[in-house]
């Protein structure tokens, strides 16, 4: 079965600090994995989609990357912004079905 | 268009009421999918419609009943709730064709549930 971590659970920097928010799963029989922001009480903004055979993708200031054979990923957030706080989820698709399962979460706070 | 949307925004139901959901997209999507997310917590699947079948049901209790009229819509309909249903209730879709993007998800913005 799939289990999804994610690391730190909640993470509080400075405005303008370069972050780097961690997820890893236990079976690394992927197709692809999923980066989302979750706003409070809202629904989820696709961020990032890596397949399986990719390292890394980019869009803007974030910078998602994928090791699928020690099952981690990272998402990395430069010059960090008050807009960016929110909660970040990571999903991973299995190769087999049509499920996501989702990582608890990361909940970031950037300060003025 | 590339949005979801899912009416009502809100919903307050007693435990006897019947409501309910409704999830549209315009991106010719083939899949579309019911979620369920406690305070939080990260959004548990429920049910997936593949090319308007459904596919996968995760032991979802049958006071939940999903539809898939058409391949634009999805329906969640609830009959004699629980207050521990209480939730956000996402809708996403993909693709669902495979490939380079085929299963990347689009998340509605909810409906917040209150069962009274």
């Known amino acids: 079965k799939q289990e999804v971590t994610q690391i730190p659970a909640a993470l509080s920097v400075p405005e303008g600090e370069n972050l780097v928010l961690n997820c890893s799963f236990t079976?690394?029989?992927?197709?692809?994995l999923q980066w989302f922001r979750q706003d409070p009480g809202k629904g989820l903004t696709s961020l990032l989609l890596i397949q399986s055979s990719q390292r890394e993708q980019t869009s803007g200031r974030l910078n998602a990357s994928l090791d699928k054979s020690s099952g981690r990923s990272t998402l990395y957030i430069a010059a960090s912004q008050p807009g960016d706080s929110a909660t970040y989820l990571c999903a991973v698709r299995r190769n087999y079905g049509q499920n996501f399962v989702f990582g608890p979460g990361t909940r970031l706070s950037v300060l003025p | 268009d590339t949005e979801v949307t899912q009416t009502p925004k809100h919903l307050v139901m007693g435990m006897t009421n019947k409501k309910s959901l409704k999830c549209e997209q315009h991106?010719?999507?083939?899949?579309m999918y019911w979620y369920k997310q406690k305070a939080k917590k990260p959004p548990e699947l429920m049910f997936v419609?593949?090319?308007?079948?459904?596919?996968i049901n995760e032991s979802v209790p049958s006071r939940f009943s999903p539809e898939c009229p058409n391949s634009s819509l999805l329906n969640l309909h609830l009959h004699a709730l629980q207050p521990e249903d209480s939730a956000l209730y996402l809708c996403a879709s993909s693709p669902g064709t495979g490939g380079r993007r085929g299963y990347e998800q689009y998340f509605g913005p909810g409906t917040r549930l209150t069962v009274t």
């Open positions: 079976d690394s029989a992927i197709y692809n």
């Open positions: 991106m010719g999507h083939r899949a």
């Open positions: 419609y593949s090319y308007e079948k459904l596919s």
